[in-house]
């Protein structure tokens, strides 16, 4: 089974500081992606990476950076958090690129900015 | 952008077919429709991926008319566990990023 875990469930961080939300895979896969997810606007893609160090954005980058230094790591880093990066965050992981595969999916966490 | 849409919620009893509907109306050439099933505190789980026609597994089907700009997820028999949210993922033509749809509450009663 792949399996794929995020750092925390649950995170409370005070406006301006910096947050790193970490993600890890175990099943070798290329593709890593980070969304957020927020009652009625459904996921949302943030970034994603298709390989070691390379990184693409997604539809809301905004606030947002990450970084890939091993296959089978990614890092979702908020510079100067706010409260309306208020949020569910879920990481996701597939081997081929786009959605003509299955992805795989992180329990999520979820941060309060306060 | 591509706008994909989803009814926000639907209603059903044990043992009764489901359909819920997808519009995609700008969905990449090559790409596939994927389905996604979500339970509360847990990460989305896939369920169903087709290009065209039809598509069954296990635990659904999916049909998908001639010109791709809607799918529909079929859950045969619901049963209570079957209540979550579901979500389709399509590939936006323009842009080639990743669109969800805004997610369909199910609730399935005894």
């Known amino acids: 089974d792949v399996k794929v875990t995020q750092s925390s469930r649950y995170l409370v961080k005070r406006t301006g500081e910096k947050v790193f939300l970490e993600c890890v895979q175990d099943?070798?896969?290329?593709?890593m992606f980070w969304y957020r997810q927020d009652p009625g606007l459904g996921l949302r893609l943030i970034y994603f990476s298709y390989d070691v160090k390379m990184k693409e954005k997604g539809d809301i980058p905004e606030g947002y950076s990450v970084s890939r230094e091993k296959k089978e790591r990614f890092s979702l880093i908020l510079e100067s958090a706010s409260t309306n990066q208020t949020s569910m965050y879920l990481c996701a992981t597939g081997d081929e690129r786009g959605p003509s595969y299955e992805q795989y999916f992180g329990p999520g966490t979820r941060l309060t900015v306060t | 952008l591509a706008k994909t849409t989803q009814p926000i919620s639907m209603d059903s009893y044990e043992g009764q077919e489901v359909n819920i509907t997808c519009s995609h109306n700008?969905?990449?050439?090559?790409?596939?429709i994927t389905w996604y099933q979500q339970f509360p505190s847990q990460g989305p789980r896939f369920i169903i991926q087709g290009y065209k026609t039809k598509v069954t597994n296990e635990v659904a089907s999916l049909f998908i008319p001639a010109d791709r700009k809607s799918s529909t997820l079929s859950l045969p028999r619901v049963s209570l566990s079957d209540t979550a949210v579901y979500y389709c993922l399509v590939g936006d033509y323009n842009t080639d990023k990743l669109i969800f749809g805004t997610g369909t509450r199910l609730q399935v009663f005894p």
């Open positions: 099943m070798d896969h290329e593709n």
């Open positions: 700008n969905i990449a050439t090559n790409d596939y």
